[in-house]
């Protein structure tokens, strides 16, 4: 059975950076297509970052320039690096996974497997 555990969230000042980990455990970790989704309150559930089976990755356009999604095999772990934080990027963060190659990498509804989420709090 899949487990992913998020961690590495927190509270930071605006301008801050946080690097957010998902550790991936009960499945061949290298065939999945992986991605980091957030959700505000009262806000649908929104993609922000992809990384394929290739390394080959997608971003949303609100985190372009500022966040960054990787991957250590070794680990088995999931990151997010994310600089220049501001009050929008407030929400809870989750990582995602799935078997299929997508071709909405950054739509939720493609996805299988999910952690539990870990919050990241942007204010001054």
């Known amino acids: 059975q899949v487990r992913m555990v998020e961690s590495g969230g927190g509270s930071v000042q605006p301008g801050g950076s946080l690097r957010l980990s998902c550790e991936v455990s009960?499945?061949?970790?290298?065939?999945?297509?992986m991605a980091w989704f957030r959700q505000a309150p009262g806000k649908e559930r929104e993609g922000v970052a992809f990384i394929d089976t290739y390394s080959d990755k997608t971003y949303a356009d609100f985190v372009k320039g500022r966040f960054t999604i990787s991957k250590d095999k070794s680990k088995n772990t999931l990151y997010l690096q994310m600089n220049n934080l501001n009050v929008e990027d407030t929400a809870t963060y989750y990582c995602?996974?799935?078997?299929?190659?997508?071709?909405?990498?950054?739509?939720?509804?493609?996805?299988?497997?999910w952690g539990q989420g870990t919050q990241v709090t942007v204010s001054s």
């Open positions: 995602a996974a799935t078997s299929a190659r997508l071709n909405f990498r950054l739509s939720h509804r493609g996805y299988v497997y």
């Open positions: 009960g499945y061949t970790y290298n065939y999945y297509s």
